[in-house]
């Protein structure tokens, strides 16, 4: 049972290609998120979504396309990828409080490799 | 800006020993602090979120405080062990930011020798 899913955990593509990346979460959370981890491990904000509305959009190209088609789901679509684009992507949610949100659970993760 | 920091950036200690990790932001508006820990090709796994209003948060070995004023938190963890070798990360929930956006330091990798 596990809380928040991604598909696929690796990701090897040529530059130029455009893939997707899915998400899931069974948790009942109304708010998902991305992020990704460079090569220095450090973890930064792409996209925020609540009760599938976008909430955070955080200077990402717009190569970059996230969508929420419901609460559990959150997909991230991203167009003629560069080799800057190799990371670890990872998706989270949780719920959403008076403007803050509670604990984020993080799912394992998705390792983009361009090539 | 929110910036977050943690110190030091690699930890090394022999198992049983209890140690302290830093972590300091430079905005005390905040709605809260996440400690979280990730194992190397793994997601992160959330260990103690402490609302501002708090002063502290108790998991077990772990213990985290906050003091808001003087933008700093820490991680306590008694009695060490190898299987708690991993990195470990502070992110923390600035008020001016919409959203519910984590903030997060570079983590502190820890390493506990058996």
């Known amino acids: 049972d596990t809380a928040v899913s991604q598909t696929p955990k690796y990701l090897v593509t040529q530059m130029g290609n455009d893939k997707s990346i899915k998400c899931e979460q069974n948790?009942?959370?109304?708010?998902m998120y991305w992020y990704k981890q460079d090569s220095k491990k450090f973890l930064k904000i792409m996209f925020s979504y609540n009760n599938k509305e976008l909430i955070i959009n955080e200077t990402v190209p717009n190569r970059f396309s996230p969508k929420s088609p419901d609460k559990a789901h959150l997909n991230l679509h991203i167009n003629s990828l560069e080799l800057g684009d190799s990371a670890v992507y990872f998706c989270?949610?949780?719920?959403?409080?008076?403007?803050?949100?509670?604990?984020?659970?993080f799912g394992p993760g998705t390792r983009l490799t361009v090539l | 800006k929110q910036e977050v920091t943690q110190i030091p950036a690699a930890l090394s200690v022999p198992e049983g020993e209890n140690l302290v990790l830093n972590c300091s932001f430079t905005?005390?508006?905040?709605?809260?602090l996440q400690w979280f820990r990730q194992d190397p090709g793994k997601g992160l796994t959330s260990l103690l979120l402490?609302?501002?209003?708090?002063r502290e948060q108790t998991s077990g070995r772990l213990n985290a405080s906050l003091d808001k004023s003087s933008g700093r938190s820490t991680l306590y963890i008694a009695a060490s062990q190898p299987g708690d070798s991993a990195t470990y990360l502070c992110?923390?929930?600035?008020?001016?930011?919409?959203?519910?956006?984590?903030?997060f330091g570079q983590g502190t990798e820890l390493s506990v020798k058996p």
């Open positions: 992110a923390v929930i600035p008020v001016r930011n919409q959203g519910g956006k984590l903030i």
């Open positions: 948790l009942g959370h109304d708010t």
């Open positions: 402490i609302q501002s209003s708090q």
């Open positions: 905005d005390s508006a905040i709605y809260n």
């Open positions: 989270a949610s949780s719920h959403w409080d008076r403007g803050a949100t509670d604990t984020q659970y």
